[in-house]
C-alpha cells in the first residue's frame, strides 16, 4: 500500500488521485477570491493591505493541512468572509477594537474551540440535532451558495423598495453567468466529471476575451516584490485589551457564531461527499472539528480572523473529491498563490458564480424530498431553517430559526419526547444570540 493511500484512503473511498486533483483545482479556482476580498475587509481594519494577503493566504494554508491530515476531508478551511466583515466592520469599527486585540480574542475562540471538543460538547450538539433538520442545514446552504452566485453575477441586486430584485441582464456578468449555468447543466447531463471546472476556465477566458475582466494583474505579476511571510501581522496580539468593557460580548460572539456557521457547513459538505450515514452521524467529525479550532489559533497568531470550512469546498466535492488529498493540493495551490497573487483577478467572480449556482442546485437535490414536510412540527423548522440562510446571509441564523421553532412547535404539540435536553439547551442560547445579535 503507497502512503499516499495509508494516510488518506483514496481508492477505499472510491476516488483517484487524479479525481482528487482535478477536485482541488475546480475547489481552488471557486475559492481564490477570498484571497481578494478577505485582506481588502482587513485592511479597512487598518492592517497592511500586503501582509493582510499574505496573512490570509497563509491562515488558508494551515487550515487546509490541519483538515488534511487530521480530517482526512476534502475541504478548505480559511478565514470566512462573514466572520472577517464582523472582525473588521463591528469589532474594529464599532467596538473600537485594534485589530491587534481582534486577534487575540480569535486566538482564545480557537482554544474555547478546542475545549468545547475535546469535551466532546460540539459532537453532543450535532449529535443532538434531527436528521430532518441537519437535511435542512443542507438544503440551506445550497440555497445560501446560490443567492452568493446570483448576487456575485449581478443577476440579484440589493433594491430600495423590494430588498432585493432583477439585476441588468444586459451586463456581461450577467449573461456570462447565465451561459456558464447552461453549459455546465449541459456537460453534467453528458456525463463529463470535469463539467464545473471547464465551466471557470471557459467563462473566465469569454470574461478575458470579451474585456469584463481586467487583465492588470499580468503586469502586476512582473512588477510585483514578492512578500512570503506577514511580518506586520504575525504574533502582534494584544492580550491587554481582554480585560476591558465589552470584551466578553466580542468573544462569545466569535464563538457562537463561527460554532454554529462552522458547525452547519461541515455537516453540509459531509452529506455532499457522503460522509453522513442514514441516522446523520459523521464519522470523522470530531478530527474535523479538532482540526478547525487548531487552524482558529494559529489564525489569529498569523493576523486574520477566524479560520473556518468554506462553502465553496463543494465544488471540489461535486467535482468528485473524497478525502483529504485534494485539502493537501489545495493547500499546496495557496502557497503557490504567494508568488502570483496578482493574477487572481484573472478568474473573476461571475466565473465561480454559474458554478456557485449549479453546486446549489445539487445540494437541494438530494435533501429536500427526503425531509419530513408532512408534519408540520418538523416541516416548518426546516422550511425555516432552509429560507433564513439565504434571507439572512447567515448560516448559523438559519440554523437558529430551526432550533427555535421545532422545540417550540413540539412542545406546544404534546410532543416533549422528541425534544432532547441538548436541543433544549440550544434553543435557549440561540434566543440568547438572536436577542443580542
Not at 486533483?21 to 481578494?36: E, H, K
Request: glycine share 10%; proline share 3%; hydrophobic share 55%.
Amino acid at each position: 500500500m503507497s502512503l499516499i493511500e495509508k494516510l488518506f484512503k483514496v481508492k477505499e473511498r472510491g476516488s483517484s488521485t487524479k479525481t482528487e486533483f482535478l477536485g482541488a483545482i475546480s475547489a481552488y479556482l471557486a475559492v481564490c477570491y477570498l484571497f481578494i476580498v478577505v485582506p481588502g475587509m482587513l485592511a479597512d481594519a487598518g492592517m497592511p493591505i500586503g501582509d493582510a494577503t499574505v496573512a490570509t493566504i497563509w491562515a488558508a494554508i494551515l487550515g487546509t493541512l490541519m483538515i488534511a491530515f487530521i480530517a482526512n476531508y476534502p475541504v478548505v478551511v480559511a478565514p470566512g468572509l462573514g466572520i472577517s466583515a464582523y472582525f473588521a466592520y463591528y469589532v474594529c469599527g464599532a467596538m473600537g477594537l485594534t485589530w491587534q486585540a481582534a486577534c487575540a480574542a480569535v486566538v482564545i475562540s480557537g482554544f474555547v474551540f478546542f475545549i468545547l471538543t475535546v469535551t466532546r460538547i460540539r459532537q453532543a450538539i450535532i449529535k443532538a440535532i434531527p436528521l430532518d433538520l441537519k437535511l435542512a442545514i443542507v438544503a440551506g446552504i445550497g440555497a445560501f451558495i446560490t443567492i452568493i452566485g446570483l448576487k456575485n453575477a449581478g443577476i440579484v441586486v440589493a433594491t430600495p423598495s423590494t430588498m432585493i430584485g432583477l439585476g441588468n441582464m444586459m451586463q456581461p456578468q450577467a449573461y456570462l453567468t447565465i451561459l456558464g449555468v447552461v453549459l455546465a447543466g449541459w456537460m453534467m447531463a453528458k456525463g463529463i466529471r470535469l463539467a464545473l471546472l471547464i465551466t471557470i476556465l471557459i467563462v473566465a477566458a469569454l470574461g478575458i476575451v470579451t474585456g469584463v475582466t481586467p487583465t492588470d494583474g499580468i503586469h502586476n505579476l512582473l512588477s510585483t516584490d514578492f512578500k512570503l511571510l506577514p511580518t506586520e501581522t504575525i504574533f502582534q496580539v494584544d492580550f491587554n485589551k481582554m480585560l476591558t468593557v465589552g470584551i466578553v460580548g466580542v468573544l462569545f460572539s466569535i464563538t457562537m457564531v463561527d460554532l454554529f456557521d462552522n458547525m452547519s457547513t461541515l455537516i453540509g459538505l459531509s452529506f455532499r461527499a457522503g460522509f453522513m450515514d442514514k441516522s446523520g452521524n459523521i464519522p470523522g467529525l470530531d478530527r474535523a472539528l479538532i482540526s478547525d479550532s487548531i487552524a482558529t489559533m494559529g489564525a489569529g497568531f498569523i493576523g486574520t480572523p477566524t479560520s473556518t470550512a468554506v462553502l465553496e469546498s463543494a465544488v471540489g466535492i461535486e467535482a468528485g473529491a473524497r478525502t483529504g488529498l485534494c485539502a493537501l493540493f489545495l493547500a499546496g495551490f495557496f502557497a503557490l498563490t504567494l508568488f502570483v497573487a496578482p493574477l487572481l483577478t484573472l478568474v473573476p467572480a461571475f466565473a465561480t458564480a454559474c458554478v456557485l449556482i449549479i453546486v446549489g442546485y445539487m445540494m437541494l437535490q438530494g435533501t429536500a424530498s427526503r425531509i419530513n414536510f408532512s408534519d408540520v412540527t418538523t416541516g416548518l423548522p426546516c422550511f425555516l431553517t432552509i429560507f433564513m440562510m439565504p434571507f439572512t446571509f447567515n448560516i448559523a441564523t438559519g440554523l437558529a430559526f430551526g432550533v427555535i421553532s421545532f422545540v417550540l412547535l413540539k412542545l406546544l404539540a404534546g410532543k416533549k419526547e422528541e425534544i432532547t435536553l441538548t436541543m433544549a439547551v440550544l434553543a435557549v442560547v440561540f434566543v440568547g444570540i438572536l436577542i443580542f445579535h
